[in-house]
């Protein structure tokens, strides 16, 4: 495809996503997905009487990195294939305190009656080469207007505080280095990967012994 056509497809596409409409379905999607998740983390907090999701993020993705991934796909830059390819144009993260907690709130999400768990890629019993660990779970999200009720995929991204704070600083020191700079620097700190993991089973480890602690100390004093 020559640079100009290519220009104009890009452009065409920026048109077409950023159209008010389109915009404000996504931001319903993200927002919708945001509300459940504080939701989830009060009924947590209130059950296990602790706070369990310590920080939610979100994003709508851009149209150049939409562009990058249906490249990266071999697709065609038409804004069809981006909403029938593309599962995470609308991307929510959850970053919880400790690892087992991410389970607890994956368990609650697909629990959800108002959406739907399609698919599921769980990065965390499975890493990936790299050492990335994180569950990946792609939902539709029903949003309802006048009498159409249209289904929008989205990704919710949900980890440890450590898992993040790997995954964040990998994406740093990665980021706009060349192919063979970043296979050095990822066998490098790949190895970190685990070291995060044993530091997250420790944590576990220690808080449910002051958990322990707690009820046995309750006990005394009845």
Known sequence: MGKKKKDNRIEQMKEQHENATVMSRYDYVMNSLI?????????????????????ITSRIKSIESICKKLEKKEKELIYDNAVSELNDIVGVRAICFFGDDIYRVADSIRGQKDIRVIKEKDYV???KKSGYQSIHLIVEVPVSYYEKVENIRAEIQIRSFAMDYWAELDYQMCYKKSAGE???IRKEISSYSDVMAEMDR?????????EKETIKAGGRKS
């Open 35 to 55: 509300c459940k998740l504080n939701l989830i983390d009060a009924e947590l907090k209130t059950e296990l009487k602790r706070p369990v999701i310590q920080k």
């Open 202 to 210: 420790k944590m576990i480890e220690l808080r449910k012994r002051i």
């Open 182 to 184: 970043v296979e050095t």
């Open 125 to 127: 019993s499975r890493p």
